[in-house]
């Protein structure tokens, strides 16, 4: 990658490595390119600007194993009665003197938050840019929308709904549009105040992959770092213990589970072979015109992974419904080894559900 001093955005996909990556970045919010260049996890807020030590400090006292910064419209949007939006000149005055002086060092701010994929790729990408009065490199990872979806109902749609106020069924249609990468990438890419726009496969580490982009050499515990699924009874043990997770982005008990070898791991899945079917017939032209984000190498991996092209490349055996009447039946053996571990950890745990 050229010298580019342009702030970076990273802006998801959500689902696609985010939470690895914020994790990385506020772990080790400054450091320095092969190059010479000094970047610096920056977390925006409304009424606040964190970083280096600051980040540090406040990740030992948040349930949260990273921080993020939160959507633009949130900080630099103020929405009127009449649902129009008005600049909130405070905080992007604030932004854009914190950008100068960093550029002046010749120093990078990188900024991340998964939601801001889906906010600037609309209707106020455009907007949102012109007030922050500066051009940005912006960091997409995508991956086949098949994972996506499955991976998306048992992170938030299941939680969200729970307990079941609406089916999965329900859930599916607007979720297999929401995964159209080449759509939203398409009105990125017309921003004008977008200097570069990277787009590459979530598969691998992401970590990894970011800090290469940019020239870095990724932290030593990148592989530690790296987003691990949840089996299907670590999901039904958080279930039970509702007050281990207070919300969908209350992640620092799921991580440690993720991290625990569990005996006959069975990753949870929700979609019937015809589920699976037709999220590949609906995606299958615009993966096809995806692969001209890409670069050669990238485009390459893409065209040879069957997970984009081919619904008989998923095993959909076994389907997890979760309105079945025993679905949130633990088994006591394994529920007892996840207490003994959180217990460990500091957790309050009960001694049985």
């Keep these: 990658m050229d010298r580019n001093l342009d702030p970076i955005l990273h802006i998801g996909a959500?689902?696609?490595?985010?939470?690895?990556?914020?994790?990385?970045?506020?772990?080790?919010?400054?450091?320095?390119?092969?190059?010479?260049?000094?970047?610096?996890?920056?977390?925006?807020?409304?009424?606040?600007?964190?970083?280096?030590?600051?980040?540090?400090?406040?990740?030992?006292?948040?349930?949260?194993?990273?921080l993020q910064s939160a959507r633009f419209d949130e900080i630099i949007l103020t929405q009127n009665q009449d649902g129009s939006w008005h600049p909130n000149a405070r905080s992007i005055a604030r932004i854009r003197k914190l950008f100068a002086q960093m550029r002046a060092r010749n120093e990078v701010p990188i900024?991340?938050?998964?939601?801001?994929?889906?906010?600037?790729?609309?209707?106020?990408?455009?907007?949102?840019f012109q007030h922050l009065g500066l051009k940005c490199q912006v960091f997409v990872y995508v991956r086949p929308q098949v994972e996506w979806i499955n991976s998306a109902w048992w992170q938030w749609g299941l939680w969200e709904e729970f307990p079941y106020q609406k089916d999965f069924s329900a859930w599916f249609p607007a979720a297999r549009e929401g995964c159209n990468w080449l759509k939203r990438l398409k009105n990125l890419r017309m921003i004008d105040q977008i200097s570069n726009l990277n787009v590459a496969l979530?598969?691998?580490?992401?970590?990894?992959?970011?800090?290469?982009?940019?020239?870095?050499?990724?932290?030593v515990e990148a592989?530690?770092?790296?987003?691990?699924?949840?089996?299907?009874?670590?999901?039904?043990?958080?279930l039970n213990n509702r007050g281990l997770r207070k919300d969908i982005h209350d992640s620092k008990v799921a991580l440690i589970l993720a991290k625990l070898k569990v005996e006959n791991s069975e990753k949870p899945w929700c979609l019937s072979a015809n589920q699976v079917q037709s999220i590949i017939r609906h995606h299958l032209q615009h993966n096809k015109a995806l692969l001209e984000f890409l670069d050669e190498d990238q485009a390459e991996?893409?065209?040879?992974?069957?997970?984009?092209?081919?619904?008989?490349?998923?095993?959909?055996?076994?389907?997890?419904?979760?309105?079945?009447?025993?679905?949130?039946?633990?088994?006591?053996?394994?529920?007892?080894?996840y207490r003994t571990e959180l217990r460990k950890r500091g957790?309050?745990?009960?001694?049985?559900?």
């Design 14 to 66: 959500p689902k696609c490595g985010s939470s690895s990556l914020q994790r990385a970045l506020s772990l080790r919010p400054t450091f320095t390119s092969r190059a010479g260049v000094t970047y610096r996890y920056i977390v925006l807020r409304r009424e606040q600007i964190l970083g280096g030590l600051a980040i540090k400090l406040i990740m030992k006292t948040t349930r949260r194993a990273y």
């Design 111 to 128: 900024i991340s938050n998964e939601g801001n994929f889906s906010l600037l790729s609309r209707h106020l990408g455009p907007e949102i």
């Design 202 to 219: 979530a598969n691998g580490n992401v970590v990894a992959q970011f800090f290469e982009a940019i020239g870095c050499d990724a932290p």
């Design 223 to 238: 592989a530690e770092i790296e987003n691990r699924s949840l089996d299907i009874s670590a999901i039904k043990f958080l």
């Design 301 to 337: 991996r893409m065209r040879a992974d069957p997970h984009w092209w081919q619904a008989d490349s998923y095993n959909t055996a076994r389907v997890h419904k979760v309105g079945a009447p025993d679905f949130l039946q633990e088994d006591d053996a394994q529920s007892a080894f």
């Design 347 to 353: 957790f309050k745990m009960r001694a049985s559900v």
